[in-house]
């Protein structure tokens, strides 16, 4: 499901060197769930910017919407990064255009299919509550 938008510009990351954990948290159940990433062996490059909160985040089983396939075309995997932000990639023009669609913004807010950490830091992020698509499709 995931692709390339070929109306922005790819945005300059640096990609994890070295082993790192994102705790990431359930704003709808309380529920937090500890991930370590080791890029050396961690399943990336499925989903959003290869090594993004997104990416992690599907490859570990952790539901964030993202209802454009993480190509920064919407605003629905918007997450709060409340601690480690500045190992992450810069927020690019694209990035914080479609933040402004999103509800609840704040200096933390990051759309997690573009958030690509660098590994220096461990991070937490907040899944907002309002975050959920309760619709789900049978197989």
């Known amino acids: 499901m995931a692709g390339v938008n070929p109306y922005i510009q790819k945005p300059q990351i640096v990609k994890a060197t070295q082993p790192f954990t994102i705790t990431f948290i359930d704003e709808a159940t309380g529920q937090s769930r500890e991930v370590c990433v080791d890029p050396a062996t961690f399943p990336l490059g499925h989903i959003g910017l290869e090594g993004s909160i997104l990416d992690i985040a599907d ?12 190509v920064c075309a919407c605003s629905t995997c918007h997450v709060h990064v409340q601690q480690g ?4 990639s810069p927020a690019t023009e694209d990035e914080e255009d479609m933040l402004d669609e999103a509800p609840d913004v704040g ?15 461990n991070l937490v992020v907040l899944i907002p ?11």
């Open 59 to 70: 490859a570990a089983g952790i539901e964030i919407n993202h209802s454009c396939g993480g």
């Open 85 to 88: 932000g500045a190992s992450c």
């Open 107 to 121: 200096p933390d807010s990051r759309l997690a299919c573009q958030c690509v950490p660098n590994g220096t830091q």
């Open 129 to 139: 509550k309002w975050n959920r698509n309760q619709v789900k499709e049978g197989h």
